[in-house]
C-alpha cells in the first residue's frame, strides 16, 4: 500500500506535461501581478513630489474606496472562471459562451448601479474618514473621476475570468501588463506634465481601464474567431454575443446559478477585507510607529499573495477544466502538483524573510523606529507563509469546483476565529493582531481542507459542478 502512494506521488512529481499545464497558467499571472504594486508605487512617488502632502493623502483615501468596492465586485472573474472551466473541460461550447454572456450583463449591470449611487457611497464613506478637509476634498475629486472607469473594470474582470477559464493566462497577462504600462505612463504625463495633479492621476486610470477593454475586446473576437467555426466575422461574432446577452435579459431565471455563486464569494469577500481593514484601523489605536510597522509587514504578506494568486489561478482552471471533465485522475494529478507548487513556494518566501527581512524592512523605510517596531514583529512574517499558502490554493481550487457556499462558509469560520482570538489575546496588543491574522489563515486553510478530504472520500468533489 505504501509503496503504491509512493510510486503514484513520484509519477505526479515527474509528470512534465502537467508541470508544463501549470506553469502556463500560475506564471504568467505571476508574473503580470507584478505590474500592479509597481503602478502603486507610481502613483505614490508622482503624488508625493506635488506641492502639498494631502495630493498624497487624498490618493491614498481614494485609491483605497475604490480598490475596495471593485475588489468586492472581484468575484465576476472568479465565478467566470470557474464555470467557464468546467464548460471548456466539458467540450461545451455554448455553455462558455453562455457563462460569457452571462457574466457580461451582470457587470455592466453592477457598473450601472456604482455609477448610481457614487454620490451616496463617497458621502458614506467619507464621512467616516477622520482625514484632514483638504485630503478629503482631494479624494472626492479623486473618487469622483476614478468611479467612471467602473464599466470597463468590470468587463475587464469577467473577460480574464473566461480566458482563465479556457487554460489561456497569456491574454490576461498582455490585459493586465498593457494596462498598467498605458496607467503609468499617463500619470507622468497628466501629472507632471499637464499639471493635473490628483485630477491626472484619476484620469489616466480611467483612460488606462478603457484602453485594456479595447485590447481585451480585440483578444475576445481573436479568440472566438478560432474557435467558433460556424461564425465567419468579427461582425457576426459580436452579434451573437449581444443576442445571447439580450436573451438573457428576457431569462433572468437563467442567471440564477450565476447570482447564487456570486453572491457567496461576495460575502466570502466581504470577510476577508474586513480582516484587514480592522488591522489597519486597531494598528492604528498603537501609535503611528506601529501602524507605518505593520504597513510595511502588511507589503511583505501581499507579495506573498501575488505570488500565490498565481497558483490559485491554475487551479481555478485546471480543476474546473477536470470536474467539467468527470476525469478523476486528471483532478487527483493536478490537486497534488499543485500543493507541491504551494508548499515550495511558501517555504521560498518564509525562508527569504527569515534570511533578508531585516533588509527588506530597510528598503521599505528609512525611518529607524518604524524599522525597530517592523522586526519586533518580523517572525509572524516568516510563519504566515507556511499558513496562508494553503488557503490561497484551496481557494482556487474551490472556485474552479464553483463551490461558493463553501468558500462562505470557511470564510465566516475563520473571521470568527479571528475575532475571538484578537479579543483573548488582546493584552498583547499589536502581536495580538498578528496572532489572529495567523488563527484567520490557519482556520481556512484547516477547514477547506477537511471539506475537501470529505469529498474527495465519499466522490463528491467531482459531481460539484
Given at each position: 500500500m505504501l509503496s503504491e502512494q509512493v510510486t503514484r506521488l513520484l509519477s505526479v512529481l515527474l509528470n512534465a506535461p502537467l508541470h508544463k499545464k501549470v506553469a502556463a497558467i500560475a506564471l504568467p499571472m505571476v508574473f503580470s501581478n507584478l505590474s500592479v504594486p509597481l503602478l502603486a508605487l507610481v502613483d505614490t512617488a508622482v503624488s508625493g513630489h506635488l506641492e502639498h502632502a494631502w495630493y498624497l493623502g487624498g490618493v491614498a483615501l481614494g485609491s483605497s474606496l475604490i480598490s475596495l468596492l471593485f475588489f468586492l465586485l472581484g468575484f465576476l472573474r472568479?465565478?467566470?472562471?470557474?464555470?467557464?472551466?468546467?464548460?471548456?473541460?466539458?467540450?461545451?461550447?455554448?455553455?462558455?459562451l453562455r457563462f460569457l454572456s452571462q457574466s457580461l450583463l451582470l457587470a455592466l449591470l453592477l457598473a450601472a448601479l456604482l455609477l448610481i449611487l457614487q454620490f451616496p457611497l463617497a458621502q458614506l464613506a467619507f464621512s467616516l474618514s477622520k482625514a484632514s478637509a483638504e485630503v478629503n476634498q482631494q479624494a472626492q475629486l479623486y473618487f469622483s473621476i476614478r468611479i467612471w472607469s467602473a464599466p470597463a473594470t468590470l468587463i475587464n474582470l469577467v473577460l480574464m475570468g473566461w480566458f482563465l477559464g479556457r487554460q489561456n493566462a497569456r491574454y490576461p497577462m498582455w490585459m493586465l501588463i498593457f494596462?498598467?504600462?498605458?496607467?503609468?505612463?499617463?500619470?507622468?504625463?497628466f501629472v507632471l506634465g499637464f499639471g493635473w495633479q490628483v485630477a491626472g492621476i484619476a484620469a489616466a486610470s480611467v483612460v488606462a481601464d478603457y484602453s485594456g477593454l479595447l485590447l481585451g475586446g480585440y483578444l475576445l473576437l481573436r479568440l472566438l474567431a478560432k474557435t467558433t467555426q460556424h461564425c465567419a466575422s468579427h461582425t457576426q461574432l459580436t452579434k451573437e454575443l449581444l443576442a445571447a446577452m439580450g436573451s438573457h435579459l428576457q431569462q433572468l431565471a437563467g442567471l440564477r446559478r450565476l447570482f447564487t455563486l456570486n453572491c457567496d464569494i461576495f460575502l466570502r469577500s466581504l470577510c476577508l477585507q474586513s480582516v484587514f481593514v480592522f488591522i489597519a484601523f486597531q494598528g492604528a489605536a498603537y501609535g503611528d510607529n506601529t501602524v507605518a510597522a505593520n504597513a510595511?509587514?502588511?507589503?511583505?504578506?501581499?507579495?506573498?499573495?501575488?505570488?500565490?494568486?498565481?497558483?490559485?489561478?491554475?487551479?481555478?482552471?485546471?480543476?474546473?477544466?477536470?470536474?467539467?471533465?468527470?476525469?478523476?485522475?486528471?483532478?487527483?494529478?493536478?490537486?497534488?502538483?499543485?500543493?507541491?507548487?504551494?508548499l515550495i513556494l511558501a517555504l521560498l518566501f518564509s525562508v527569504g524573510y527569515g534570511l533578508f527581512g531585516n533588509g527588506f524592512v530597510a528598503l521599505l523605510t528609512s525611518l529607524p523606529e518604524v524599522q525597530q517596531h517592523a522586526r519586533l514583529?518580523?517572525?509572524w512574517m516568516i510563519l504566515l507563509p507556511l499558513l496562508a499558502c494553503w488557503a490561497y490554493f484551496l481557494d482556487g481550487v474551490f472556485i474552479g469546483a464553483t463551490q461558493g457556499k463553501t468558500l462562505r462558509n470557511s470564510m465566516v469560520i475563520a473571521l470568527l476565529g479571528f475575532t475571538i482570538s484578537f479579543y483573548l489575546l488582546q493584552s498583547w496588543q499589536n502581536h495580538a493582531l498578528w496572532a489572529a491574522l495567523a488563527v484567520f489563515m490557519a482556520l481556512r486553510s484547516?477547514?477547506?481542507?477537511?471539506?475537501?478530504r470529505y469529498q474527495w472520500r465519499t466522490g463528491k468533489f467531482l459531481q460539484t459542478s
Open positions: 472568479m465565478s467566470t472562471t470557474g464555470l467557464t472551466a468546467q464548460a471548456y473541460g466539458a467540450n461545451d461550447q455554448a455553455g462558455q494596462t498598467n504600462l498605458v496607467n503609468i505612463v499617463l500619470n507622468i504625463v510595511v509587514l502588511l507589503s511583505f504578506l501581499m507579495l506573498v499573495s501575488y505570488a500565490m494568486d498565481g497558483l490559485a489561478y491554475a487551479a481555478e482552471s485546471l480543476v474546473g477544466k477536470a470536474i467539467g471533465a468527470r476525469n478523476s485522475l486528471l483532478l487527483g494529478n493536478t490537486l497534488g502538483l499543485l500543493a507541491l507548487w504551494c514583529y518580523l517572525g484547516i477547514s477547506l481542507a477537511i471539506v475537501l
